[in-house]
Every structure is written in structure tokens, then in C-alpha cells.
């Protein structure tokens, strides 16, 4: 049974930072690209980030040059740095296993609010 728990999340002012963490069991993790996705209050889940197998990394416009993915793939872990937090970044987070364009499965998801 494919199992992704996200943790990590929290309240943080803005320009602060907060690191996400999935952990990933049930299947070959390592075999898998990993992806980060978000969705705030009343919108649809946008895609966030995504790594590949070989630890290629690519972002949304929206998060470039301020967060960071990455992968332990001995610790099947996957996560996300988040850095210069912005108010908009408000939203629930999941790590989905698969590659951009992919929304399942992904666990039950860590909350990031960013407020003053």
C-alpha cells in the first residue's frame, strides 16, 4: 500500500521559512519522481515542484529561487525548503508520488500559513 505522510507545516510570518518533509513507503521509491503540490482555500491544487529519479529539479514560476526540493532516497524521504514565505504561499502541501501533472496518490497533506 503506497503511503506518503507529509509533515512540517506551521504558521510563520512573512519572509520566514519552514521545511516539509513526506515520508514514503509502499513502493520502490527510488523508481518514482517525486512532486510537491498545494492548494489553497478555495482554489484548485497547483503544482509546486517536482524531482526526478536523478534529482533533477524543476519549479513553478511562483516558488523559483525560493524554495528547494530534495529527495533521500535511503530514507525514502522527500522534501521542501521554503524560504522568503510569502502570503500567498498560504495553502495545504502534499507530495504526490509522479511527475508534474500527476495528483495522486498524495498523502493527507501539512498546512503552511503565512501571516503577520
Known amino acids: 500500500e503506497v503511503q506518503l505522510v507529509e509533515s512540517g507545516g506551521g504558521l510563520v510570518q512573512p519572509g520566514g521559512s519552514l521545511r516539509l518533509s513526506c515520508a514514503a513507503s509502499?513502493?520502490?521509491?527510488?523508481?518514482?519522481?517525486m512532486t510537491w503540490v498545494r492548494q489553497a482555500p478555495g482554489k484548485a491544487l497547483d503544482w509546486v515542484s517536482t524531482?526526478?529519479?536523478?534529482?533533477?529539479?524543476d519549479y513553478a514560476d511562483s516558488v523559483k529561487g525560493r524554495f528547494i526540493i530534495s529527495r533521500d532516497n535511503a530514507k525514502n524521504a522527500l522534501s521542501l525548503q521554503l524560504n522568503s514565505l510569502k502570503t500567498e504561499d498560504t495553502a495545504m502541501y502534499y507530495c504526490?508520488?509522479?511527475?508534474?501533472?500527476?495528483?495522486?496518490?498524495r498523502g493527507q497533506g501539512t498546512q503552511v500559513t503565512v501571516s503577520s
Open positions: 504526490v508520488r509522479g511527475r508534474r501533472g500527476y495528483t495522486i496518490p
Open positions: 524531482i526526478g529519479i536523478d534529482s533533477s529539479t
Open positions: 509502499g513502493f520502490p521509491f527510488e523508481t518514482y519522481s
